[in-house]
């Protein structure tokens, strides 16, 4: 069984940090792209950060860029996103997902993901 977990979310001021883990099992990365989503209130779920299965790349959408870094353990069961200078339009439900055979070149398509975890709740203060 696939299972998806997220953690580490919270309350935070504009320039502070985060850090959030999901925890996974079930799947195998070697043939799954695994990626950060996230969706505020009243907007389209996005994709923010991914990792290519096909050559292990990580990249992040424009607004993200230079503030949060995609990670991974050693033992490819867990899987981070720092997230620094937090900014009040980051404020949304994050969400991991893995979807076999994705490809995210240039940038993850939310129905190419079969695996989605509950979601972690990120509130950005002015």
């Known amino acids: 069984e696939v299972q998806l977990a997220e953690s580490g979310g919270g309350l935070v001021q504009a320039g502070g940090s985060l850090r959030l883990s999901c925890a996974t099992s079930?799947?195998?990365?070697?043939?799954?792209?695994i990626a950060w989503f996230r969706q505020a209130p009243g907007k389209e779920r996005e994709g923010v950060a991914w990792?290519?299965?096909?050559?292990?790349?990580?990249d992040y959408v424009d607004s993200v860029k230079g503030r949060f870094t995609f990670s991974t353990d050693h033992a490819k069961t867990m899987v981070y996103l720092q997230m620094n200078s937090l900014k009040p339009e980051d404020t949304a439900v994050y969400f991991c997902?893995?979807?076999?055979?994705?490809?995210?070149?240039?940038?993850?398509?939310?129905?190419?993901?079969?695996?989605w975890g509950q979601g972690t709740q990120v509130t950005v203060s002015s």
């Open positions: 079930g799947f195998s990365w070697s043939d799954h792209a």
């Open positions: 997902a893995a979807g076999w055979g994705a490809v995210v070149r240039q940038g993850p398509i939310i129905s190419d993901f079969d695996y």
């Open positions: 990792l290519s299965w096909q050559d292990g790349s990580t």
